[in-house]
């Protein structure tokens, strides 16, 4: 697993989902409107709806804004126009970012990103510069205190997935974008409880250290900050101990 995958678990442990409970539920209906829009109302035939619903009841939010959010994008009911932007570039260390957006705005948006990884010493890149160090796949965390790897690696392996990790206190199950519906579709004939999310994962990592690790982390803080920016991907590898100690002194 990346860098990035440790880095959110250990932003979970801080509690940062909680206390930023409201942007959060704002992004996610973004993402529900989208998705819903692109590929259509019918959760079971479009992952990345599957994908944007199971976020949204991780972060308990209330059916009705769920159901809301999937009219909105299938035309059911008005909503502003949100077109989505992705961003590549690089950061400290020659650490590679992918960054997904959704804005009514492109020009804000676009001057928004850039301002911050100009900042951080960074620079903004060409559509498809870095694209191709990352590979698209569903991840379908579990909690490690309810289940152990052999129960999920036996029930993903069944519905399709490629791999399980432990990571932490996390089990998490890995497939293939295509076989995302299948697998989430086996675990909750199973009844198990998990949180399913389309990621970008790199190919390969570059390792920082010191003053450039703390940036990195610094810069994909700022950028998630954004009220436009989705997701940040980046290809960093950081050691355990490190980042453990970086994340404590904030």
Known sequence: MSGHSKWSTIKRKKGEIDAKRGKIFTKVVREITTAARIGGSDIDANPRLRAAVSVAKAARMPSENIDRAIK??????????IEEQNYEGYGPGG???????????????????????AKANGN???????????????????????YTEEEVMDAALEGGATDVVTEGDEIIAICELKQFA????????????????????????????GEDAARVLRLIEKLEDLDDVMKVYANFDIDDEELERIVGAD
């Open 182 to 209: 299948a697998v989430a579709n086996h675990f909750d004939k199973l009844e198990l409880k998990y949180q399913g999310e389309l990621t970008m994962v790199p190919e390969n990592t570059v390792k920082v250290a």
């Open 95 to 117: 650490v590679a970012l992918y960054v997904e957006a959704q804005t009514d705005n492109k020009n804000r948006t676009t001057s928004e990103v850039r301002n911050v990884i």
């Open 124 to 146: 903004l890149g060409t559509a498809g510069s870095v694209a191709w160090m990352f590979k698209k796949q569903g991840h379908f965390t579990f909690d490690a205190a309810k």
């Open 72 to 81: 909105k994008g299938s035309g059911e009911l008005d909503g502003s126009a």
